[in-house]
């Protein structure tokens, strides 16, 4: 079995083979996106070992049959059926928390999908954003599609949560710094990430979406399945464990848990709970 940095350095390659037929013809990030996840509603990616590639799925319904009332989604804990074409605007809550920063920088950024939802949401354009990842064809890509938005003032940083060594941020005072379903390959969670979060001189906003809310409240009605599947993937149990132990001795200071806040039902670690988290600046 191939370790998460070689299979996601083959999923985000095999991502690239898409986006290279869509750039050929569209121009707008905006567009590129939307090209790209319409593309993902009826393809699968699939891995061999040497390579990763998607193949065609079931087609998508059709515009009028996504009216229909059919997908069983969580929103802040509770499930509901909704239409197939609800969504929760994440992008726009990272905008928002955007406003005052001068730096927004996500681990485990991928080819820099959050970022740039939230750039085309209306984040702030004062602010220097940093993808930062372990591999190098997402964060390729992620410089690539930046180049498209030639306002974001975007780079991209290599980074591995195993051995945490963060950018230099010393330039910023406002720093927003998340992550979305990137803690979970930290098996036990390595803490060096909160010792890195608390040694930078500036105040700190983060945003942690990540799939605990077992870890924060056992007995919620989603929290068994979730914990299920963490334990079959070999996936994280502890981040919140550690972020309330080592991560106060540190400084680190949990103001706000959104737990289960969206999320499928039928894919439980997909159900995402929101840890903000608050570091002061070094005076
Ligand atoms: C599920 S993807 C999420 C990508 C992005 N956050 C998003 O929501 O579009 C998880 C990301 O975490 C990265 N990742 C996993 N383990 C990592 C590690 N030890 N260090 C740095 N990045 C890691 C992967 O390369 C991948 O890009």
New binding site residues.
């Given amino acids: 079995m191939q370790d998460?940095?070689t299979r996601?350095?083959l999923f985000?390659t095999a991502r690239t083979k898409v986006f290279d037929e869509i750039l050929a013809e569209e121009h707008s990030l905006a567009r590129v996106q939307a090209r790209f996840d319409d593309y993902e509603r009826h393809h699968q990616m699939k891995s061999d070992g040497a390579t990763s590639f998607y193949v065609e799925g079931p087609p998508p319904p059709d515009a009028i049959s996504t009216l229909e009332i059919n997908d069983q989604l969580i929103v802040a804990g509770t499930s509901i059926r909704a239409p197939a074409l609800l969504d929760f605007r994440r992008d726009r809550l990272l905008a928002r928390m955007s406003k005052e920063m001068d730096c927004v920088i996500?681990?485990?950024?991928?080819?820099g999908?959050?970022i740039f939802d939230m750039w085309l949401a209306g984040a702030t354009k004062t602010a220097r954003y940093i993808a930062?990842?372990?591999?190098r064809s997402?964060l390729a890509l992620a410089a690539r599609l930046a180049r498209l938005e030639p306002e974001l003032q975007f780079e991209t940083a290599a980074?591995?949560?195993?051995d945490?060594v963060l950018p230099n941020l010393d330039a910023y005072g406002n720093i927003l710094l998340f992550?979305?379903?990137?803690m979970?390959?930290?098996q036990p969670f390595n803490t060096d990430i909160f010792k890195a979060i608390a040694a930078i001189k500036g105040s700190v906003t983060c945003i942690f979406f990540e799939p605990f809310g077992f870890q924060v409240n056992a007995s919620a009605p989603h929290s068994k399945a979730q914990q299920l599947q963490m334990l079959a993937n070999g996936w994280n149990l502890d981040f919140y464990e550690k972020l309330t132990g080592k991560g106060a001795e540190y400084g680190l200071e949990v103001i706000a848990i959104a737990q289960d806040l969206i999320g499928a039902v039928e894919s439980p670690v997909q159900v995402l709970t929101a840890f903000v988290v608050s570091k002061p600046g070094q005076m």
């Fill in positions: 998460w940095a996601y350095d985000w996500e681990l485990g950024a991928g080819y999908r959050q930062c990842d372990y591999s997402g980074f591995d949560l195993r945490p992550s979305a379903a990137t979970i390959y930290s």
